[in-house]
C-alpha cells in the first residue's frame, strides 16, 4: 500500500470491459509527511475521491481484486481508500530479539 494524492481526471474513449463507469486518477505518490516521492500515475478510482484528496492506493493483484464487479481486470494501480485524519508518531519501536523463552521461537 502506498499513499497518493489526487492530481487530475484522465479520459479514455475505449475502456477495458469491466472497468465502464469507474474513473481514471491521475495520482502523484507521497510519502507519510505527504512529500511527492514519484511520478505521476494512473490509478482506477473505486472509492469517489476528488482533486488533492489523499488517498490509499494497492498495486498488482490487489488492484484488480478492489474492482467492484469483475475480479480478473488488466488494472495495476486503485485507489482503496480515502485518508480524513494523518497523525503521525516519532516513537520509535524495539525490534530487537531478546535472549530467553519466547513462545513464538
Same mark, same amino acid.
Given at each position: 500500500?502506498?499513499?497518493?494524492?489526487?492530481?487530475?481526471?484522465?479520459?479514455?474513449?475505449?475502456?477495458?470491459?469491466?472497468?465502464?463507469?469507474?474513473?481514471?486518477?491521475?495520482?502523484? !505518490? =507521497?510519502?507519510? %509527511? $505527504?512529500?511527492? +516521492?514519484?511520478?505521476?500515475?494512473?490509478?482506477? @478510482?473505486?472509492?469517489?475521491?476528488?482533486?488533492?484528496?489523499?488517498?490509499?492506493?494497492?498495486?498488482?493483484?490487489?488492484?484488480?481484486?478492489?474492482?467492484?464487479?469483475?475480479?480478473?481486470? !488488466? =488494472?495495476?494501480? %486503485? $485507489?482503496?481508500? +480515502?485518508?480524513?485524519?494523518?497523525?503521525?508518531? @516519532?516513537?520509535?519501536?524495539?525490534?530487537?530479539?531478546?535472549?530467553?523463552?519466547?513462545?513464538?521461537?
Amino acid at each position: 500500500m502506498q499513499f497518493a494524492r489526487v492530481r487530475g481526471t484522465a479520459v479514455c474513449t475505449i475502456k477495458y470491459p469491466g472497468l465502464e463507469g469507474l474513473k481514471l486518477l491521475v495520482v502523484e !505518490p =507521497v510519502n507519510k %509527511a $505527504l512529500e511527492p +516521492i514519484g511520478p505521476l500515475q494512473i490509478a482506477v @478510482d473505486v472509492v469517489q475521491a476528488g482533486p488533492n484528496d489523499v488517498c490509499v492506493t494497492v498495486r498488482s493483484r490487489e488492484a484488480a481484486n478492489a474492482m467492484p464487479e469483475i475480479k480478473f481486470v !488488466p =488494472v495495476d494501480l %486503485a $485507489l482503496v481508500g +480515502i485518508i480524513n485524519e494523518l497523525t503521525l508518531s @516519532d516513537e520509535s519501536f524495539d525490534t530487537e530479539i531478546k535472549k530467553g523463552w519466547n513462545q513464538y521461537t
